[in-house]
Nanobody, 114 residues
Framework: VQLQASGGGLVPAGGFLRLSCAAS????????RGWYRQAPGKQRELVAHITTGGSTNYADSVKGRFTISITSASSVYLQMNSLKPEDTAVYYC??????????WGQGTQVTVSS
């Protein structure tokens, strides 16, 4: 599985971005998809997670501002509204295929200016 993340950029506080992650290759047996982020000097953390059944889970810090969605078997999106400087990080998409492995995209930089 290859994952290509895009949509990052520089926005002012209060702005919005939409991240996209396109999967290619062997995209069968996907159990869940997620977006994670890693800020400088910090550990990678879960931002949002969605199962193939549509159940979602969000970090407390982004609830009500971010929305994860799937529009096809190969794509997952993260709509980020009301962005804050503390949202600044590299954002990574992930695909969980259970026994078949967990796959990561290359990351896309999100920078929110104050």
């Amino acid at each position: 599985v290859q994952l290509q993340a895009s949509g990052g950029g520089l926005v002012p506080a209060g702005g919005f971005l939409r991240l996209s992650c396109a999967a290619s290759g062997s995209i069968s047996n996907i159990r869940a998809r997620g977006w994670y982020r890693q800020a400088p000097g910090k550990q990678r953390e879960l931002v949002a997670h969605i199962t193939t059944g549509g159940s979602t889970n969000y970090a407390d810090s982004v609830k009500g501002r971010f929305t994860i969605s799937i529009t096809s078997a190969s794509s997952v999106y993260l709509q980020m509204n009301s962005l804050k400087p503390e949202d600044t990080a590299v954002y990574y998409c992930n695909v969980d295929r259970g026994w078949y492995g967990s796959h990561w995209g290359q990351g896309t930089q999100v920078t929110v200016s104050s």
